[in-house]
């Protein structure tokens, strides 16, 4: 395996006597596309600054391409594009102009940059409005134009905070499909989020922050593994009390959940519904119903919160 | 811990783009337009009375800008007024404004050091107000030349210059205050109203707070002849230098007024043997006012220095 591109180890940080992020490790792989997932305040922009270097961790350490961003900020910022929370502009500038000046904070050339702001507005979509004041334009077209920045320093990091938040869904539909452009182009992305679909339907791997902590991190399926048990629901009408032991004997079920009325819901490991259709019939049960949906991450994190809340 | 590279790196780029934001900004129109409006008005009712003196007049420029015509004040003492207005214009929303914007945090993820974005604000601040004071000169000069029918000496251009220098450096002050105020508060309105409210207490209640404390030491040095006398003088110069505004007037008014051959008390004795009616040279005005001159700079540094400090220690997050 290659170095990761973004390592922490023990990464803290301390505000007075609130911990916002404890000693977190973190590892992400070139061209991944990681998702940091979890509530507000949960420490999530805070990692985020210190990966930039530009908030100081109370311990710990980050290396970022090999970097330490405390010691080698510039390197660091020259290969990472960041797109903050709620990204904001130069209202009275164009779009243009406000790339520009990033161009020549990053020492880009005029002629050079030029260019560059053609092809990735032309690729954002802003083409049109490359000349407009960015005052006028919509929160969809600030988060392009943030993205946009970031293609233009061709950042071989993408850190993404927040990037859909306050998008009506066909924008943030669209933007996601940007991201796996990122993807596409080998950039190693780092994305937060709370919007839990989202970040199901771009992630490679995702990581759940609570106080800080990270607590669960993997893929979405060992995720739900580990959660739920298993990555499929299946719901069971058989108008029959009583058939709990039954349907937990089923190869694949890992929990029977009954509902009133004859009800289950089951939590399967792998798809068994045939085996159950015929357990239950066979039990001389009358099966009404048999459906059968994947889990999605919200159901991970509900019940992973849920159960974190009972133990506390 | 050692940082690798340089703090200056972007640090023009910051400069150009604040540089170019400041002459197009609607702020800084208006108080152009009104420094103008200002400096015609009253460098013409100067001229107007000058006109019957060309002749005998060696330093007709300088008078130009410290003479007062009634009902109109002199440009010298606009001037006063409106550069701190022009330094917090400038200034203050330097640093809160970004914050403000949402821009703080992405300028600062492009691969530049904060101390490019403090010096690089102050730096198109000066620079800015630099602009505008030289081509108000030019202007006047211009003014002067169509009025007064006479070509400015080059002992006049040598004073005009050295007080434009002061002048900008008297700015610098307010807007070294502005920007600290910019660093400590979050809303550009606050920072704006806390640095006018230090410049008013400056330009009208320090004068009060001085005779004040004066009169107090007056009760304890009541007794005693002269040198008490001097003293007491001393003491209210001293506090009354406290002020920027007074340096500033200090320095202008012996760079201006080449007659002017001391700025504190003179006794009797010392003017034994000095020719009455002479006029000092440049370099003799400059050692004048250099004690002025050197505090205003100062002043200067230590505001910004203060503001750098604390905004290298904040928090990116708000």
Redesign the interface.
């Known amino acids: 395996m290659s170095d990761p591109v973004i390592e922490t180890q023990g990464l803290t940080k301390r505000y007075g006597d609130v911990v916002a992020v404890d000693g977190l490790n973190l590892r992400l792989q070139a061209g991944e596309v990681f998702g940091l997932l979890g509530p507000n305040g949960s420490g999530k922009t805070t990692t985020i600054l210190m990966i930039l270097g530009l908030t100081e961790p109370t311990a710990g350490t980050a290396r970022v391409l090999g970097y330490d961003p405390l010691r080698h900020p510039l390197q660091v910022k020259r290969r990472v594009g960041y797109l903050p929370d709620s990204v904001g502009f130069y209202d009275e500038l164009t779009a243009r102009e406000n790339l520009r000046y990033t161009a020549r904070l990053n020492g880009i050339d005029r002629a050079e940059a030029d260019r560059l702001i053609d092809q990735v507005m032309d690729r954002m979509g802003l083409r049109d409005v490359v000349d407009r004041p960015v005052g006028t334009f919509s929160r969809g077209m600030r988060q392009r134009l943030g993205l946009g920045e970031v293609l233009m320093k061709r950042a071989q990091i993408a850190i993404l905070d927040e990037p859909t938040v306050g998008l009506d869904p066909e924008a943030a539909h669209e933007f996601l499909g940007m991201i796996r452009g990122l993807k596409a182009d080998g950039i190693t992305v780092l994305l937060s989020s709370h919007l839990l679909h989202q970040v199901q339907a771009v992630c490679d791997r995702v990581g759940l922050f609570r106080n800080g902590k990270m607590v669960l991190e993997g893929t979405f399926e060992a995720l739900s593994e580990k959660v739920l048990g298993g990555s499929y629901r299946i719901n069971v009408e058989a108008r029959r009390d009583g058939l709990e032991r039954l349907l937990g004997s089923v190869p694949g079920v890992v929990r029977v959940t009954p509902i009133r009325g004859g009800r289950y819901l089951l939590e399967a490991s792998r798809d068994c519904r045939s085996e159950v259709a015929r357990r239950v019939v066979g039990e001389g049960g009358e099966l009404l119903e048999l459906t059968f949906e994947r889990v999605s991450l919200d159901d991970v994190y509900a019940r992973y919160f849920q159960e974190a809340r009972g133990e506390a | 811990?050692?940082?690798?590279?340089s703090p200056w790196?972007?640090l023009w780029?910051?400069v150009?783009?604040e540089y170019a934001?400041h002459l197009s900004s609607v702020r800084m129109r208006i108080l152009e337009g009104l420094i103008l409006v200002v400096a015609v008005a009253t460098v013409y009712a100067a001229a107007q009375s000058l006109r019957q003196t060309v002749g005998e007049d060696p330093f007709i420029y300088l008078k130009l800008l410290t003479t007062s015509q009634d009902p109109l004040p002199s440009f010298v003492a606009f001037m006063g007024f409106l550069i701190p207005l022009t330094g917090i214009a400038l200034a203050f929303d330097a640093v809160n404004g970004e914050y403000n914007?949402?821009?703080m945090?992405?300028?600062?993820?492009?691969?530049?050091?904060r101390d490019a974005v403090l010096m690089g604000k102050f730096l198109a601040g000066l620079l800015t107000m630099a602009t505008t004071l030289l081509g108000l000169w030019l202007l006047v000069t211009g003014l002067g030349i169509l009025r007064l029918g006479v070509i400015p000496e080059a002992r006049e251009v040598g004073r005009g210059l050295f007080f434009l220098l002061a002048t900008l450096a008297y700015g610098g002050v307010w807007m070294a205050l502005a920007m600290l105020f910019s660093v400590t508060y979050r809303q550009p309105a606050t920072s704006a109203m806390a640095t006018l409210a230090v410049w008013l207490f400056f330009a009208v209640f320090w004068e009060i707070v001085v005779r004040l404390l004066s009169n107090v030491a007056a009760l304890v040095l009541m007794r005693g002849g002269t040198e008490n006398e001097l003293a007491l003088i001393q003491i209210q110069l001293f506090l009354s230098r406290l002020s920027p505004n007074t340096l500033y007037s200090e320095t202008v008014l012996a760079l201006l007024n080449p007659d002017v051959r001391a700025l504190g008390p003179v006794l009797i004795t010392q003017l034994e043997g000095a020719v009455r009616g002479t006029m000092l040279p440049l370099w003799q005005s400059l050692v004048l006012a250099w004690p002025q001159f050197t505090a205003l700079i100062a002043a200067v540094i230590l505001l910004f220095a203060y503001a750098y400090i604390l905004f290298q220690r904040q928090?990116?997050?708000a």
């Open positions: 811990m050692k940082r690798e590279g790196t972007g780029a910051v150009l783009k934001d914007r949402r821009t945090s992405r300028l600062l993820a492009q691969p530049i050091y928090e990116v997050r």
